[in-house]
């Protein structure tokens, strides 16, 4: 793959408008902008990260954990393009190259927006409907290549299909974001036929079209051959977005429970000091002691900031190292996976601790047993009023739904489709109101 071919700002839906400029902002920052202003960005403030929401301690929630990746990303892009541009390119200087900082970031601030209420218990909730649940009787009618998508319900194919889906009353081209920022978000690039064991992948078969013209106008490698599932490899800056994501997540969650009392002071700061050598951890130490820090929170946040950024480091030493595997396509695994040692060693252990004590904590549990039961009742309730939408109680929920999902289609898996739309999109707190009104659990206060 070529850098001249691969960053581009050409807008999908506005491709004839292509040279048009209407201010100084650059393209990406254009990109930026739109998402930070966006209704779906901002229901994600009210979307499980993976603590509770809300509690007598504020912790992550899916916007926080976007700013904070956005802000990561915008160092690795920026990072890599100086580096790669010093080293290796000095021709790309000047050119949107210079810009990948802003491209990454942006792609960060929308990788989350496709997950659905309850974080990855909504997902599991939504796939296991049609495995699993009631939904299991729709097979047949239903056509193989939809069958995948809705099986494989995927929050990243669904981010994608926010951004560049023209839904009913909405602009040709969704957001109508930059080619280069819709194809860093797609982390798996491939058709959920392709999915395998792990269950992922990057664009509903509805939103295929889109993807395939985006990579074949920047020359992204096709790995498929004809006939088979559209699947290609990943555009490079992919590899920066899950690596700011994969830091974030990962050490925000060990900063979290450390509030939260889940882990204790010591095990918190062992964790995170684990990642640099002995000396540089007596440094950090003595700077925590030289600047008079006493609060145990304080010295918790200083760490988790020299974390990040040794992290930011070693990702932005990784992709330049692997610079020509990546754009062959034969680069394997994540960014964090090539690391050295002893950072890889502890991310390995943060996430072992954080599977063994975190994320099977109760609090994190009850989030997510309390989820699927919700996120199964409106698959089942709404599934059930767009497959009788005669019926009287079907007409009452399906008025519920926004006018922009196409909920009225006359074939069956437009309105499926409608329904993960809608359900997908609410906030925790809307999916429970919902929840309990349909049950007859609760009432508008009159």
């Known amino acids: 793959m070529d850098w001249n071919r691969l960053i581009t700002n050409k807008r999908l839906g506005q491709e004839d408008h292509h ?24 229901r994600m403030q009210n979307k499980t990260q993976v603590f509770p929401l809300p509690g007598s301690v504020f912790v992550h929630n899916r916007l926080t954990h976007c700013l904070e990746v956005a802000s990561v990303g915008m160092s690795l892009g920026c990072d890599v393009s100086r580096a790669l541009i010093r080293d290796k390119y000095p021709e790309l200087r000047n050119t ?50 939809f069958w995948d998508d809705v099986t494989h319900f995927e929050g990243n194919a669904n981010s994608f299909r926010i951004l560049s889906h023209q839904f009913k009353g909405r602009r040709k081209g969704g957001f109508v974001m930059t080619y280069s920022m819709l194809a860093s978000i797609v982390k ?44 290609y490899a990943r555009h490079p800056l992919v590899y920066l977005v899950e690596a700011a994501d994969d830091i974030c997540y990962e050490i925000m969650d060990i900063e979290d429970s450390h509030k ?29 002691e030289d600047e008079g820090m006493t609060d145990r929170n304080e010295m ?18 990784a992709f330049v190292e692997n610079e020509e595997a990546i754009l062959n396509g034969t680069f394997q695994g994540s960014l964090i996976d090539h690391i050295s040692e002893r950072q890889r060693n502890a991310y390995k252990k943060c996430c072992k601790v954080s599977f063994e004590k975190i994320y099977r904590s109760k609090p994190v549990l009850d989030v997510e047993l309390a989820g699927y039961k919700i996120m199964e009742t409106l698959m089942d309730q709404m599934t059930e009023a767009v497959l009788h939408p005669d019926r009287y109680y079907s007409q009452q929920l399906i008025c519920r739904v926004s006018s922009q999902y196409d909920i009225h289609a006359a074939d069956l ?32 206060i009159v």
Request: proline letters at 5%; a negative charge; aromatic letters at 12%.
């Open 19 to 42: 040279p048009e400029r209407h201010d100084d902002r650059t393209e990406f920052k254009r990109d930026y902008d739109r998402l930070i202003f966006s209704a779906p960005f901002r």
């Open 96 to 145: 949107l190259f210079e810009e990948l900082g802003q491209i990454v970031s942006a792609a960060c601030l929308a990788h989350d927006m496709g997950n659905p209420p309850f974080g990855h218990s909504g997902e599991k909730a939504i796939q296991t409907f049609f495995t699993e649940g009631k939904g299991l009787v729709l097979r047949n009618r239903l056509s193989p290549r």
């Open 188 to 231: 798996y690039p491939w058709a959920a036929s392709c999915a395998g064991e792990k269950k992922k992948f990057g664009f509903f078969a509805s939103e295929e079209e889109f993807y395939k013209r985006i990579a074949e106008e920047m020359g992204v490698l096709k790995l498929s051959s004809p006939g088979e599932p559209l699947k």
């Open 260 to 288: 939260l009392k889940i882990l204790s002071f010591e095990e918190t700061s062992d964790l995170l000091l684990s990642f640099f050598s002995e000396d540089v951890q007596t440094n950090i130490r003595k700077r925590i």
């Open 300 to 317: 918790i946040v200083y760490m988790r900031a020299c974390t990040i950024g040794k992290l930011e480091n070693e990702c932005v030493k």
């Open 413 to 444: 898996e437009s309105r499926i489709m409608a329904v993960l739309d809608y359900i997908s999109g609410m906030t925790d707190v809307y999916a429970l109101d919902v929840y309990q009104k349909i049950n007859g659990i609760s009432l508008p």
